[in-house]
């Protein structure tokens, strides 16, 4: 059985290795039952100490290790959505963070149905309003967001994702950042996107969050 610590580090040279989190940005946690492991407080993803790693409360509470990242409230709200949430990335990948300055496709998803894979290994991606990096009502408004999702923009901000399982988040944050960088690349162009009916059966053989727009 793999240890969750050594996930999160290995996760977080994967991401700083694809150029996901510059410098000292981003900040990864897993859930262990009622426990959360988080990156601490100014981490370098590329070189995160597998036994350097926050200890809190699933109601943030600081347990143990060094002084947790600032965003823990977003992780937390994700873990409060869904028991079955068990890791959580937050970027501040650029062509993500970029779309994150646009106005969003739909109230439900910043990001259109542009390919499949977006939908089926991210899922509706709703923007959240900006407020400064840590708030906490920021964090509660995500956890109160009334239909399924598993990632968000955080407005002029970046992306944070969440899965069932760190590879899985992993994932999900790079599929997003390459279909942010697709959209993009079109610019003021219209491209073709997925019909409702495409995508909606996309998200049902792959249980992906995707809802009326």
Known sequence: MSDP??????????????????????????????RVLITPTG??????????????????????????????????????????????????????TAVSCLPPWSARSAVPPLTPYFVMRVGQTPLIPYAPPGDADQAEALALLPFPLRAALLQNHG????????????????????????????????????????ADALARTYDSPWGEH
């Open 159 to 198: 992306p944070v994702l969440a899965g069932p399982t760190m590879a899985r988040a992993v994932d999900a944050a790079v599929e997003l950042e390459e279909v942010s960088a697709l959209l993009l690349s079109l610019g003021e162009r219209s491209p073709r996107l997925l019909t409702p009916a495409e």
């Open 43 to 96: 981490a370098d993803l590329a070189e995160v100490d597998p036994d350097g790693l926050s200890v809190l409360a699933l109601d943030g509470t600081h347990l143990d290790g060094p002084r947790p990242s600032k965003e823990f409230p977003l992780h937390g709200a994700f873990y409060r959505r869904d028991d079955a949430t068990r890791a959580v990335v937050h970027l501040h990948a650029r062509n993500a």
């Open 5 to 34: 610590r050594t996930e999160l580090a290995a996760a977080g040279a994967r991401l700083a290795a694809l150029g996901l989190s510059p410098g000292s940005s981003g900040n990864l946690s897993v859930r262990i039952d009622d």
